[in-house]
C-alpha cells in the first residue's frame, strides 16, 4: 500500500509538471519543424554556431554572475560542436557497412549520430529561444543558464562518445560491431571511464527518445531516486512514505539533483535493490492495470508443474528424457502462466464460458524479460493480453527462477522444461502443438535461444520459430558501439547491466587478477572476456562539479535492508554516501577513521547478531532447499570484510583527494572517514574492481558463440531490436551471422524507444505500435493472417 500510494502522488505531480513547466528539449520539434529536420546537419549546425556567437556577445555586457556563464556556456557550445564534427563525419561515413542489410540501416554507429544530430537540433531550439528572450524584461537568466550549462555538457560528453567510437572502428574488423581478440573488455572499458553520465540523466533526460516515452522515463528516475532513499535510509513505514513524498517533489524540482543521486545509485547499489526496484511492478495496482485497461481474456491461469522428470518423443522417434530443473536451489515446482483471449476445449483453468472453441493448432511459450533478476509473466501482461486477443492463440508464459539466488543454468533448465511439458501437454492448453513458436524479450529472448540450442543438442522436438525482441546474444560486457548508450539509458544503466550480469552469471567468473596469469589450458578450447565497469569522476564531470558541490546532495546509504530485520522499526542503520562538507587533515582523518570503524563495527555488528537470534516478522521469504545458494552477504559481512582487508588511504592536497598506492596498515583497520557522510567520497574510487570477472564462451549463456553447424539448424526467426537499445549491435550481429548462414532471419530496427518499451504499451502511442509490429511478425512465423484465425 506504501509504494502504491507513493505510485499515485508520483503521477499526480507530473502530470501537473507537464501541463505547466517548460520543456527545451521534449518539443524542439515544434519550433525546428520537419522542414528543418530535413535540412542537411551542416546548414543546423551553421545556425546553431552563429546564435551561439550572437547570445554569448550579447550577454557578455551582463555583469551579473548568471550572465557571465550564460555567455560561457554559448562559447562552449561552439567549442564541442568543432570537437565534434571531425569525428561524427568518419563515423557516419563508415557507419553503413555495418548493417545488416541496406534495406535495414542500423547499428551503434548509427545511433550515435542519430543522438548528435537530434541534440545539436534541441541545442538549436534553445539557441533561438534565448535569442528571443533576452531583451525581454522577464527574461529567465538563471533558468536558461542551467538549460544552456547541461547542453553544453552533453555536448562535451557525447563526443567523448565520438572519441572512443573512432577508436573502435580502429579496432575491430570492417562490418565486425565487436572488436577483435588483440585488445582485452577490461583494456578497452577503462578508457570509457572520462564519459560524464551525470549530463544524460538531469535537465537533458531522454532526449533521445520519443515525446511519450520521455515522459514516462522522468517518472521512472524520480521514483527510483525516491525509492532508493525509501530503501536504504531508516524509519517505519509512515516516515518513508512521508519522506518520499518530499523526495519525489524535491527531485522533480531539481534535475541536477537527481542526476547525481542515479548515477550514485547505478554505480554502487547492490543487485537487491535492482531486484527491489524493478519488482515494483509487480506491486497490487500494477498488476491490476492491465486488466482495467487492456482486452479482457477468458484464461489467466497459472499453473505449478511438479518438479519430475518425464520422456518426450524426440525428432527422431525415441524417448528422449527430459530432466526436472535442480541446480542451485534444488528441486522446485516449475511455474508458467496460460493466458487465452477464449476458452478451448481441454483447456485448463475456470472460465464463465459455456462454449469452447476446439483446439487451436498453435501455442505460443513465451519468456519475460527482467535481467534475469527480477519480473514475471504478470508484470508482463500488459502487452501479452493484447497479444492473446490479437493472436487468438493460446500463451504460456514460464515463470523461471530470478538471479542472485538461482544463477545460471537454472533460468534455462526451467525454461526448457515448461517448453517440453507445453509440447508434451499441449492438450491441457488449449492447442494441438501443430505449431509451436517461442517469444520472448530482453532476458527471456536469450533463454529461448538457449532452449532451442538445448533442443538441438537433446534430439528435442525444436520450435517452428522464434521471435526475439532486443535480445542479449553475448552475455558478457564485450564493448561496441551499441553498448556504449547504456551510460545515458535511464532504463538500463551501466551499472546495473553489469549488476545482472554479475548475478546471473558471476558464479562461473575467473578473477581477473588471477587470470591476467592465463595458463594455456582452455575449457572446450574456449577463452574467457573481461567486464569491467567504469565509475571514476569523468574529466566532463568537472564541469558539473562547480554547480553541484554548493548543493546539498541526498545520502545514498549502502545499507539495504535485510530480509530478517523488523520493517517497522526505527532502529535500522544507515550509512550514507554523501560528499563530505570539508576533508579533515590525512593524520587525523586517518585515526577517527580508525575510531570511526571501530566503533561502527562494535555497535551494529553486534546488533545484527542479536537481531538475527530474535524472532523476526518476515513480510515474505520465498521457500529454499536445503542445498539453496546463501543469501547474498549483508552489508555488515561486506563491511567487515573490507575492514580486514581494505589497505589504501587518502592523502589531502588543497581541497582535492588524491588516491595514493595502497599499504599494509598496522592495526588492520581501515582508513575510513570518521563521518558515514563521508562515505561518498571514499567510495569515489573506481568501482571496477567489483566487476573484474570473466565469464566463459558457453553458448547457452551467449548464443553468439555456438558453432555455425550447430546455428544452421535454427528454426525461422524474427528479431526485433531497437536504434537506441544497448543491445543492438548484438541482434545485428547475430542476425547476419545467420544471414550469412542461410538460415531464414528477419531484422527489424525500430526508432526513439528505449530497451523494454513492451513494458510501456499501455501509455506510449509509439511502444503501442511497436507491440502491434511484433504481432505481426508473430503471425509470419505462425504462417496465418487475421482471416486465418
Known amino acids: 500500500m506504501l509504494f502504491n500510494f507513493i505510485e499515485s502522488y508520483f503521477k499526480t505531480i507530473c502530470r501537473v509538471s507537464f501541463l505547466t513547466t517548460r520543456s527545451v528539449y521534449w518539443t524542439y520539434m515544434e519550433l525546428v519543424g520537419e522542414e528543418e529536420v530535413i535540412k542537411s546537419f551542416s546548414s543546423v549546425v551553421n545556425e546553431l554556431t552563429h546564435l551561439c556567437k550572437e547570445n554569448a556577445e550579447a550577454l557578455r555586457s551582463d555583469e551579473s554572475a548568471e550572465g557571465q556563464r550564460l555567455s560561457a556556456a554559448f562559447l562552449a557550445i561552439i567549442d564541442h560542436i568543432k570537437t565534434i564534427l571531425p569525428s561524427l563525419d568518419k563515423i557516419r561515413a563508415v557507419a553503413p557497412l555495418y548493417d545488416f542489410s541496406p534495406e535495414t540501416p542500423g547499428n551503434g554507429y548509427r545511433s550515435f549520430v542519430n543522438i548528435v544530430e537530434t541534440f545539436v537540433a534541441h541545442a538549436l531550439k534553445l539557441a533561438r529561444e534565448v535569442a528571443a528572450a533576452r531583451n525581454n524584461l522577464f527574461f529567465r537568466k ?384 574456449l577463452p574467457y572476456f573481461e567486464g569491467e565497469i567504469p565509475a571514476k569522476n569523468s574529466k566532463a564531470d568537472e564541469e558539473m562539479k562547480g554547480q553541484l558541490e554548493d548543493e546539498s546532495l541526498t545520502e545514498l546509504p549502502l545499507r539495504s535492508p535485510s530480509k530478517f530485520s523488523d520493517h517497522e522499526s526505527d532502529s535500522m542503520t544507515t550509512v550514507s554516501l554523501v560528499s563530505p562538507p570539508a576533508l579533515q587533515p590525512e593524520n587525523s582523518a586517518a585515526a577517527r577513521s580508525r575510531k570511526y570503524v571501530a566503533q561502527f563495527l562494535d555497535r551494529y555488528v553486534q546488533n545484527d547478531k542479536i537481531k538475527d537470534d530474535e524472532e523476526q516478522d518476515v513480510l515474505f521469504e520465498a521457500p529454499q532447499a536445503e542445498n539453496s545458494v546463501p543469501p547474498s552477504p549483508t552489508l555488515v559481512e561486506r563491511f567487515s570484510s573490507m575492514a580486514s582487508s581494505f589497505t589504501g588511504h587518502f592523502s589531502v592536497s588543497g581541497s582535492s583527494l588524491s588516491r595514493e598506492p595502497s599499504l599494509e596498515v598496522a592495526c588492520g583497520s581501515p582508513a575510513l572517514p570518521l563521518d558515514p557522510s563521508e562515505l561518498d567520497q571514499m567510495l569515489d574510487k573506481d568501482p571496477t574492481e567489483e566487476f573484474k570477472f570473466t565469464v566463459p564462451k558457453d553458448p547457452y549463456l551467449s548464443p553468439y558463440f555456438a558453432s555455425d553447424k550447430v546455428l544452421k539448424q535454427l528454426p525461422p526467426i524474427k528479431i526485433l531490436s531497437l536504434q537506441l537499445d544497448p543491445c543492438l549491435d548484438d541482434c545485428v550481429m547475430f542476425a547476419k551471422r545467420l544471414k550469412a548462414l542461410g538460415n531464414d532471419v528477419q531484422l527489424d530496427i525500430l526508432k526513439n524507444l528505449p530497451h523494454g518499451f513492451l513494458n510501456f504499451s499501455l501509455i506510449s502511442k509509439e511502444a503501442h505500435e511497436g507491440s502491434k509490429l511484433c504481432v505481426e511478425r508473430i503471425k509470419a512465423l505462425l504462417g496465418f493472417d487475421e482471416v486465418d484465425n
Open 142 to 525: 538563471s533558468g536558461y543558464m542551467k538549460e544552456v550549462e547541461a547542453c553544453s555538457h552533453v555536448l562535451a560528453s557525447l563526443g567523448t562518445c565520438l572519441e572512443h567510437l573512432v577508436t573502435y572502428i580502429d579496432l575491430s574488423e570492417t562490418g565486425n560491431l565487436f572488436p577483435d581478440d588483440k585488445h582485452s573488455p577490461a583494456e578497452l572499458l577503462a578508457k570509457t571511464t572520462n564519459i560524464n553520465q551525470i549530463c544524460f540523466y538531469g535537465r537533458c533526460l531522454g532526449f533521445q527518445f520519443c515525446e511519450s516515452m520521455r515522459k514516462a522515463l522522468q517518472f521512472i528516475c524520480i521514483t527510483m531516486a525516491s525509492y532508493s532513499e525509501a530503501y536504504y535510509n531508516s524509519g517505519g513505514l509512515i516516515s518513508k512514505a512521508t519522506n518520499s513524498v518530499y523526495t519525489g517533489s524535491k527531485y522533480l524540482i531539481d534535475p541536477e539533483l537527481r542526476a547525481r543521486r542515479i548515477v550514485n545509485i547505478a554505480q554502487y547499489s547492490d543487485v537487491e535493490f535492482c531486484k527491489a526496484f524493478w519488482q515494483l511492478a509487480e506491486t497490487d495496482l500494477m498488476q491490476k492495470l492491465p486488466s482495467l485497461v487492456t482486452p479482457s481474456v477468458a484464461i489467466n491461469q497459472e499453473i505449478s508443474i511438479p518438479p519430475q522428470s518425464f520422456t518426450i518423443i524426440g525428432i527422431d522417434g525415441s524417448d528422449v528424457i527430459v530432466p526436472a530443473p535442480s541446480s542451485h536451489i534444488g528441486p522446485k515446482p516449475v511455474l508458467v502462466r496460460l493466458i487465452s483471449a477464449n476458452h478451448r476445449e481441454g483447456m485448463l483453468g475456470k472460465t464463465t464460458d459455456t462454449h469452447s472453441l476446439p483446439p487451436s493448432p498453435y501455442l505460443l511459450v513465451h519468456c519475460h524479460g527482467g535481467g534475469f533478476v527480477a519480473q514475471s509473466s504478470r508484470s508482463h501482461e500488459c502487452y501479452l493480453r493484447d497479444w492473446a486477443n490479437w493472436l487468438n492463440v493460446p500463451i504460456i508464459s514460464v515463470d523461471y527462477s530470478l538471479a542472485p539466488d538461482a544463477p545460471f543454468p537454472r533460468a534455462l533448465e526451467e525454461t526448457l522444461y515448461a517448453y517440453c511439458w507445453a509440447r508434451k501437454n499441449c492438450n491441457m492448453l488449449g492447442s494441438t502443438g501443430q505449431k509451436v513458436i517461442l517469444v520472448g524479450d530482453s532476458a527471456g529472448a536469450n533463454l529461448n535461444l538457449g532452449v532451442a540450442l538445448k533442443c538441438i543438442e537433446m534430439g528435442l522436438p525444436r520450435p517452428h520459430g522464434m521471435f526475439l525482441a532486443y535480445v542479449p546474444v553475448l552475455v558478457a560486457f564485450i564493448p561496441s558501439p551499441a553498448r556504449l548508450l547504456c551510460f545515458m539509458d535511464p532504463l538500463l544503466p551501466f551499472g546495473f547491466m553489469m549488476r545482472c550480469l554479475k548475478a546471473y552469471a558471476g558464479h562461473l567468473s575467473i578473477d581477473t587478477k588471477k587470470d591476467e596469469q592465463k595458463s594455456e589450458e582452455n575449457i572446450d578450447d
